[in-house]
């Protein structure tokens, strides 16, 4: 069957402006059930957790019903899922809590900083793991040296959020397994791009971010709740001890976690299917993986088509994301350019800060995303390489 891509597009209103949204990697719009969602826990009134009355049970309600959606979107424990603001908060908590100085920590340059830095600054000792900067592979071979039985975790990142690579990040964790470590997995780039199953790819953590699939600004982390059981972070005094409510600080954004629920229940119904919800993303999620590396065949086909530009990395697994420069122009005034077209795609390192240094980009402005999420179709695609074929 055919991806509806007319019906998918039609939920999303800000689609309707006219604009080629290319910026998905960098947060994805927002589908009218998310929208609806959150406007409906505002409008029947909602309380913090744990009070005697209605708006508190509700709010109760919602945090589960949360955790759930997450687990299921993951394949996780709905008992493992900690909510937050973003990844990067919640990553710099959670390494806070498993590493500090003394520990031995496996990184990658492939690697978004926030699966970076926050384990860096434990001052626990760093291990790197190269990447090969013409294909834009992480190979694996390299990490039987590098994990040693020192090695407390490995943390990788599930997909690149600039050239789209996916490692073999279940060979890589099999072998910090077997020396005993954890593994960290950035799943935010990932996680749109595909179905996923944490526990096939041999994750402990597996770090992911609403807003990357059509949610709101809500980030969350899945582990095993045993796991978690044995990590005491830092928290107020009279907040809960529980897991995973330890690893929450604050007050969380209730209304946005209704959205968060929403948001996976519309990406399971992207294309029609019958099953549990999990079963009914597996499938979803397989045919939008399907129907943007279609398209972006054409994308990727249609850059390296033009004399001017050039194309970084071409790794075998991959999400449908393109980073590129053309000569004579800064990333910068190729963004603006399509911007001016009506293409909207981001431009410089993208965060992805051991990368573009191992590429040598960081700074020289770094280059042009384009990435595909499975709202946007072929028109997207034409336009932004019609654009790029008439820079003066
Ligand atoms: C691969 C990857 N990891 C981590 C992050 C950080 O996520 P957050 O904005 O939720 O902190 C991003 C954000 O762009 C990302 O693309």
Known sequence: MPFPIKAVRASY????????????????????????????????????????????????????????????????????????????????????????PGDEVVLSRLDHDANVRPWTQTGATVRWAEVDPVTGELPVEQYAELIGERTKLVAVTAASNILGTRPDVAAIAELAHRAGALTYVDGVHATPHGPVDMRALGADFYATSAYKWSGPHIGAVVADPALLETLRPDKLAPSADTVPERFETGTAAFADLAGVTAAVDHLAALVPGTGTRRERLLASMSAAEEHELELFGALIAGLEALPRVTVYGKPARRTATAYFNVAGHTPRQV??????????????????????????????????????????????????????????
């Open 13 to 100: 209103p800000a689609l309707s402006d006219g604009f080629a949204y290319l910026d998905g990697a960098a947060g994805t719009q927002t589908p009218q059930p998310v929208i609806d969602a959150i406007s409906a826990a505002y409008r029947h009134g909602i309380g913090n957790v744990g009070g005697a009355f209605p708006a508190s049970h509700r709010s109760d309600a919602i945090v589960a019903a949360c955790r759930a959606a997450v687990a299921d979107l993951v394949g996780g424990h709905p008992d493992g899922v900690i909510l937050g603001p973003n990844m990067t908060t919640l990553t710099y908590r959670l390494a806070r809590a498993i590493a500090g």
């Open 335 to 392: 963004a603006e350019h399509l911007a001016g077209l009506g293409v909207n795609v981001w431009n410089g390192h993208n965060y992805a800060w051991e990368l573009t240094g191992a590429l040598g980009l960081r700074d020289t402005g770094g280059a042009v995303r384009a990435g595909l999420v499975h709202y946007n179709d072929r028109s997207d695609v034409d336009r932004l390489l019609d654009g790029v074929a008439h820079l003066e």
